[in-house]
């Protein structure tokens, strides 16, 4: 039979419909002959490759829908040094494995590619052209990436992105230059959400006033949802200034933009909101006559005005109704009132029993009361109270003891976190050395990357005693991924150590001799962007 049809649609309807109901067709095309037809499913395929190649060779260009527009702004930043072109090549390529370095197979290399991004980024270098679309691709997929790829790939990104619809998150992510404020009022208006959510919060970057001033102009048209997210943009160069918009932004008909912006009011210790917030935690909690004990007498009731201030009558989180206020109200309490209105340290505080003040014997609230600390301290970002909270670092001698913060807030990672980084590594690694690892992936989490060698070095004696332990790897997975990406290279040789001596063809041996070999990779890595 004579196809006289599209070869290709003739063999797409066989591959559809098979070849053992729909003969395979004769046709025309070129080296059709060479086919060889003992297997009808293969002969398919053969000669689908060769209508796939005559269609492309066949393509005709499409005609441009105008002149050419302006090409890109040059870009005068140096470009990477080769070896670190083909390092780049390498992981964007997405293998996931299976490759073999010094210390044996590697991880999963796309992992490594946010610490790849950020550090050349901040080297000031460009990657070559061939790889920017790569690059693009993958922040698309991956918008962690976003922020360091798009500064990376510079005014060729911008360009491609302008022709190119899949990359369009570029122009929402990256402001080369201030734009003038007729441009701003055109995006805000007619932008996507995205883009607006975005805009906003490059402008408060900038210029904080200006932004509330657009945020006030169109917040009685905003949807509730989009007014939450636009209450969050204020985070960035939140003042006093902000404080009139979020007062009224407290009569808002959602309750969850109530609750942000009461949140942010929080935040402000001079507030109005901090200041009713502080009285009513003052009636709420008092230094005992004696000066030995705090007495605690929770809200009976959640009046409007509290309400109005963000706090829930009914309790979301299945506490009861008076811990639930009484929690909410020392959360949002300045923390500074309680020196003041009490003369003591956080750490004094701390120590100090709590009571009830009718039954002063009981200490039923105490761990409500240490939690909203804690919640305050991480909203206020006070290293001080902080610090209180967590305790000093564990020492050997406490083997076996809990901490003040894992025992008491249930958040000691966000209370770290407020720490400064050097400060944090020092506490981790020590609760590491007392504790394991069997509760140090939060806190591992806060942690600057990559770790400081101490606390590497902590990490790795810990994989150690685990390892002759006889746990297996997979119940620290959570940490071990982490090591690929944050351990310290300088602790490669260490870790090859451990593999040298674990059982041949053990899952600790083929654990440490992956971890080796990624720390390898991530060495050369750093080291050809240094150089």
Request: charged fraction near 20%; hydrophobic fraction near 45%.
């Given at each position: 039979?004579?196809?006289?049809?599209?070869?290709w649609e003739t063999?797409?309807?066989?591959?559809l419909?098979?070849?053992?109901r729909?003969?395979?067709?004769?046709?025309?095309?070129?080296?059709?002959d060479?086919?060889?037809?003992?297997?009808?499913?293969?002969a398919?395929?053969e000669?689908?490759?060769l209508a796939?190649?005559?269609?492309?060779a066949?393509?005709l260009p499409?005609?441009?829908d105008?002149?050419?527009g302006?090409?890109?702004?040059e870009?005068?930043?140096?470009?990477?040094?080769?070896?670190?072109?083909?390092?780049l090549?390498?992981l964007l390529?997405?293998?996931?494995?299976?490759g073999?370095?010094?210390?044996?197979?590697?991880?999963?290399?796309?992992?490594l590619?946010?610490?790849?991004l950020?550090?050349?980024?901040?080297?000031?270098?460009?990657?070559?052209?061939a790889?920017?679309?790569?690059?693009?691709?993958?922040?698309?997929a991956?918008?962690?990436?976003?922020s360091?790829?798009?500064?990376l790939?510079?005014p060729?990104g911008?360009?491609?992105?302008?022709?190119n619809p899949?990359w369009?998150?570029?122009?929402?992510?990256?402001?080369p230059?201030p734009?003038q404020?007729?441009?701003?009022?055109r995006?805000?208006?007619?932008g996507?959400f995205?883009?607006?959510?975005?805009h906003?919060?490059?402008?408060r970057r900038?210029?904080p006033?200006?932004?509330?001033e657009?945020?006030?102009?169109?917040?009685?048209t905003?949807?509730?949802?989009?007014?939450?997210?636009?209450l969050?943009?204020l985070?960035?160069?939140?003042?006093?200034?902000?404080?009139p918009f979020?007062?009224?932004?407290?009569?808002?008909?959602?309750?969850?933009?109530?609750?942000?912006a009461a949140?942010?009011?929080s935040t402000?210790?001079?507030s109005?909101?901090?200041?009713?917030?502080?009285?009513?935690?003052?009636?709420?909690?008092?230094?005992?006559?004696?000066?030995?004990?705090?007495?605690?007498?929770?809200?009976?009731?959640?009046?409007?005005q509290?309400?109005?201030?963000?706090?829930?009558?009914?309790?979301?989180?299945?506490r009861?109704?008076?811990a639930?206020?009484?929690?909410e109200?020392?959360?949002?309490?300045?923390?500074?009132?309680?020196?003041?209105?009490?003369?003591?340290?956080?750490?004094q505080?701390?120590?100090?029993?709590?009571?009830?003040?009718?039954?002063?014997?009981?200490?039923?609230?105490?761990d409500?009361?240490?939690?909203?600390?804690?919640?305050?301290a991480?909203?206020?970002?006070d290293a001080?109270?902080?610090?209180?909270?967590?305790g000093?670092?564990p020492?050997?001698?406490?083997?076996g003891?809990r901490?003040?913060?894992?025992r008491?807030t249930?958040?000691?990672?966000?209370?770290?976190?407020?720490?400064?980084?050097?400060e944090?590594?020092?506490?981790?690694?020590?609760?590491?050395t007392?504790h394991?690892?069997?509760?140090?992936?939060?806190?591992?989490?806060?942690?600057?990357?990559?770790?400081?060698?101490?606390l590497?070095?902590?990490?790795?004696?810990?994989l150690?005693?685990?390892?002759?332990s006889?746990?297996y790897?997979?119940?620290?997975?959570?940490v071990?991924?982490?090591?690929?990406?944050?351990?310290?290279?300088?602790t490669?040789a260490a870790?090859?150590?451990?593999?040298?001596?674990?059982?041949p063809?053990?899952?600790?041996?083929?654990?440490?001799?992956?971890?080796?070999?990624?720390?390898?990779?991530?060495?050369?890595?750093?080291?050809?962007?240094?150089?």
């Amino acid at each position: 039979m004579t196809i006289t049809q599209d070869p290709w649609e003739t063999l797409h309807t066989s591959a559809l419909l098979g070849t053992d109901r729909r003969p395979l067709p004769a046709t025309a095309l070129p080296l059709a002959d060479a086919v060889d037809q003992g297997d009808p499913a293969t002969a398919l395929l053969e000669l689908a490759a060769l209508a796939a190649v005559r269609r492309r060779a066949g393509a005709l260009p499409v005609p441009a829908d105008g002149p050419p527009g302006p090409p890109a702004a040059e870009d005068t930043r140096p470009e990477l040094p080769e070896p670190a072109a083909r390092r780049l090549a390498v992981l964007l390529s997405g293998r996931t494995g299976g490759g073999t370095g010094a210390g044996g197979t590697l991880a999963n290399l796309s992992e490594l590619l946010p610490q790849w991004l950020a550090t050349a980024r901040a080297s000031g270098l460009r990657p070559p052209a061939a790889l920017i679309p790569g690059l693009l691709d993958a922040a698309r997929a991956r918008s962690e990436l976003r922020s360091d790829a798009v500064a990376l790939a510079g005014p060729p990104g911008r360009w491609l992105a302008e022709q190119n619809p899949d990359w369009r998150f570029v122009l929402r992510t990256t402001a080369p230059e201030p734009p003038q404020r007729p441009t701003d009022d055109r995006l805000w208006h007619e932008g996507l959400f995205a883009e607006r959510v975005t805009h906003l919060t490059q402008l408060r970057r900038r210029d904080p006033a200006a932004g509330l001033e657009l945020l006030r102009g169109t917040w009685s048209t905003e949807r509730a949802e989009d007014r939450l997210l636009f209450l969050d943009a204020l985070q960035d160069g939140l003042s006093p200034a902000d404080e009139p918009f979020l007062e009224a932004a407290l009569g808002d008909r959602s309750k969850n933009v109530r609750a942000t912006a009461a949140e942010l009011l929080s935040t402000l210790p001079g507030s109005a909101l901090a200041r009713r917030m502080a009285e009513r935690a003052r009636a709420a909690v008092r230094l005992a006559d004696t000066g030995t004990h705090l007495l605690v007498t929770p809200p009976t009731a959640c009046d409007a005005q509290m309400q109005r201030d963000g706090i829930a009558p009914k309790s979301p989180t299945g506490r009861g109704e008076r811990a639930w206020w009484f929690g909410e109200l020392v959360a949002a309490a300045p923390l500074s009132l309680w020196p003041e209105s009490t003369g003591l340290t956080p750490g004094q505080l701390l120590a100090l029993r709590v009571g009830d003040s009718i039954d002063e014997t009981s200490s039923s609230w105490a761990d409500d009361l240490r939690e909203a600390w804690a919640r305050a301290a991480v909203r206020q970002q006070d290293a001080d109270w902080a610090r209180a909270l967590l305790g000093p670092a564990p020492v050997p001698s406490g083997r076996g003891a809990r901490t003040r913060a894992l025992r008491t807030t249930g958040a000691p990672a966000k209370l770290l976190a407020v720490l400064p980084p050097e400060e944090r590594a020092v506490w981790t690694a020590a609760f590491i050395t007392v504790h394991g690892l069997g509760e140090a992936f939060q806190l591992l989490g806060a942690c600057a990357t990559p770790w400081t060698p101490p606390l590497s070095t902590a990490v790795v004696t810990a994989l150690a005693r685990a390892a002759a332990s006889g746990a297996y790897p997979w119940s620290h997975s959570g940490v071990l991924g982490m090591t690929e990406r944050a351990l310290a290279p300088e602790t490669a040789a260490a870790v090859e150590e451990l593999a040298a001596g674990a059982a041949p063809d053990s899952a600790w041996s083929e654990t440490f001799s992956r971890l080796a070999g990624t720390l390898r990779f991530r060495a050369a890595m750093l080291a050809e962007l240094a150089g």
